[in-house]
């Protein structure tokens, strides 16, 4: 209990469909690139159990690509093969034994994105490893930056192949035993080119209007939602804007909320930008997408993750209790702190529980360190 | 002025033999009571656990008390490495901090002796099942307090037994990959009630005076020197004092640290107390740092001082001062596994984060 003996928002458990979220803080899926050959290894089940531990309401594994193709690295997680399935289920055996905390993974395809090898070896003489040479594809043929290897537009053909990928993998994702899937829909990788007008030139039945250019994500989480068990929620992560004319605007954004409520999407996951290259500020304030999600949520009528610059309890409490958003979504901050809700729980008197190995833990009086 | 003087001293290197810690914080030994299927076995969890600490930025982690036999267990939920099994799962822990992060990593060797035959922590209220309970060997037979078994005074063949035990688990350590073994010569375990004349009797050349109540120790000491990598580090932690009339006072801790000294031990680790039952007094503070202090005055060994070192600045202050060599955080590193990445933060120094949270290094926390 809290200190006038009501449990803080962010501490108030979240039902999605049959799965109870302990507390509304989750860990944002962060791009590790310690995969190999798509596995996951001791580093993901340090990495997620570690945060689990700590206490995060729900816990997202990272980006796991669909397909080979759909990599941004090769060193990122992956769900196209079987063999996948048992390290993701190891980690997940930990963090459902060791914790009350939910696990989500995110299905992606990095579109145009794709083979640009890993992150911090970007633009060092090292940079090459980890880009696996292979082509990309997207909404149409159009680059990302003029570096980056120009995509390979889509074929009608290759939809269905596609749609068989993401279903595929969801299946695997259960089979790992995670409690949410989220389907990668911003940023610019595939799916998002095709949202966005600013990537999608295509005059087929997939570009053209918002609606068209929503059918193939909308197509992708029908089949999906078919075969991902009844009572796990899946959410969506959007780009809510472009940053950029003519691009998707947050009406579009209200619009592209309302779809995935009437097809039955349980939450949307509301980042914005990265469409483009410098589509999305360099200076990003604090909470500076919260807006975006408080305005979904409204406009759509329905639940919503806040992230980006998501790092201060009382801020997080306070997008929890005026409804701006269902869950705050930490990145940076869930990096430099794996025991942040349990040091919130302390800052704010609420009894949180350590787990028996570290009860004394429980003694520690603040400053740590 | 170079950017080597501008580090605070608790980010500054420390070399023993060949190992090189990149920073003065050690995780200290703490016990988990989470081995696999109460074998001694160590699984995720001790991959979770250590490796979290190491992924913190923890110079020096160091395993929980690992049991070098069966018998030498506080609980079943122990960890161990006395059988061979047992090398693969603590391979996996060392490969994880050695392969994902800079840190190195000890293993502590024990033996619990007159403390074993307790449950779990956490099921305290609870004594263990006499059916699970074990025969405790000791120097003397005097139990550990009045509500502890009895054990069986050691005969020559179980201190052969034991000394074998840790050259074993010695053994086995090096096949793991660790880096430096520590020595459990504290807190009332086996090796201590050899030391402390409150636990040790004996009329025969191990016991008496303090020389001859530490014959057992430096035996095991100079055991598992002779099979442990010559280019890799040991400690041993002990008891500088026993906190209680009649026991050791820092004195006999001075003349402890100088035979290990002697000896060949590369670095002391120095906690007090816990010798029996009537615990150590409830001291607030860096109650502890006295004892390493007075010891480095007198002796000139690398020494590691533990107990309740909270902030960045006490630490810091104490590698400064030249008070100790290394702190062990041990309660700091159950709250916070990024201990020393925010400690680093606290002391305004850029230290290293590990390459996958770079948007950690470039956060800032209070914006």
Redesign the interface.
Known sequence: MGKNNQVPPIFRPLKLRDLKIPNRVGLSP?C???AREGHAN??H???L??RA??GFGLVFAEMAAVCPEGRISTRDAGLWLDSHIEPWK?VA??VHG?SESALAIQLGHAGRKADTGV??LRGTPEGQEGAGGFPTIAASAIPFVEKYKTPRALSREDVPTLIHKYVEAAKRADAATFDIIELHFAHGYLISSFISPLSNKRNDEFGGSLEARMELPIQIFRAVREVWPENKPISSRISALDWENPGNTIEDAVEIGKMFKAEGLDILDVSSGMVTHGGRPDIEP?LFQVPFARKIREGANIPTMAVGGV?DTDAMNKIVEEGAADICLM???G?????FM??AARNLGYDFSWP??????S???P??? | MTEQTENPALFSPLTLRNMTVKNRVMMSPMC???AQDLDGTPN??H???I??RA??GAGLVCTEMTQISPEGRISLGDAGIWDDKHIEPWK?VV??VHG?TDAKIAIQLGHAGRKGCDP???ERGTPLAKELHWEMVAPSAIPFGPNSNTPREMNQADIAKVREDFVSAAKRADQAGFDMIELHCGHGYLLSTFISPLSNQRTDSYGGDIKGRMKFPLEVFHAVRAVWPENKPISARISAIDWIEGGNEISDGIIVAELFREAGLDILDVSSGNITHVRRPDVQGLFQTPFSEEIKKHIDIPTITVGNI???TQ?NDVITSGRADICA????H??????????AR?LEHDEGWP??????K??N?N?
């Open positions: 962060l590790m690139y310690q001791d580093f089940t340090v990495h159990g570690s531990i700590g190891k055996d930990f060791r992150r911090w604090k790092q990145g940076r901050a990096l430099y702190n794996p025991y349990r040091h028996d190995e570290y009860v004394s833990a003694t520690v009086e400053p740590v360190p | 988990m009571y989470s995720d969890f991959v979770v656990h490796g979290s992924l913190g996996r490969d994880f994902h779990l922590t956490w909270a902030t960045a630490a955080i041990g309660k700091g159950l709250y916070d596994p990024f201990w020393t990445h925010h400690a606290a390459k996958q949270y770079p948007a950690a470039a956060f926390p914006p």
